[in-house]
């Protein structure tokens, strides 16, 4: 196996540093202790799930890094426009549920959600998402 220089390096301590706000967090959480964001996150191109304080890249060669990093930090919503681009549905929808939870952008995301049950074939959520989105208006 060739040596890697790209992980990134925890200097000290048993504890690894999350992704997204570099705060050391507990391995074995799927959520950073102080952010709160998922830091096991399913690979967009074959679904497995990355513990991305280990590594941004995919066994499948699936980079992870230009769908959780951003510049003003992580957002559900990119997150799950980038998994939807790739035709991953569910995960978009996961994370577009989870941007709901946020509060911002509700008839947006919920249209997003609405398309994202539909192309799952799921057409009674779809529905569910669509009829919020016309009696919230
Ligand atoms: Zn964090
Ligand atoms: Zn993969």
């Not at 399913?42 to 995919?58: Q, V």
């Not at 992870?64 to 990119?78: A, K, N, Q, T, V």
């Amino acid at each position: 196996m060739a040596p890697t220089n790209d992980r990134a390096s925890t200097h000290g301590g048993s504890m690894p540093a999350c992704p997204f706000c570099n705060q050391a967090t507990r391995a074995d959480r799927p959520r950073c202790d102080s952010c709160g964001q998922d830091v096991i996150l399913a690979c967009p191109n074959c679904m497995k799930p990355i513990h991305l304080w280990e590594t941004d890249r995919c066994p499948c060669g699936e980079g992870l890094r230009y769908y959780i990093f951003f510049p003003e930090g992580i957002d559900h919503e990119g997150l799950g426009q980038r998994y939807a681009l790739k035709e991953r549905w569910d995960a978009a929808a996961y994370h577009w549920s989870r941007a709901l939870q946020d509060g911002s952008h509700i008839i947006m995301l919920h249209r997003k959600l609405a398309q994202a049950y539909e192309r799952m074939g799921d057409s009674e959520r779809a529905n569910y998402y669509r009829q919020v989105t016309t009696t919230h208006s």
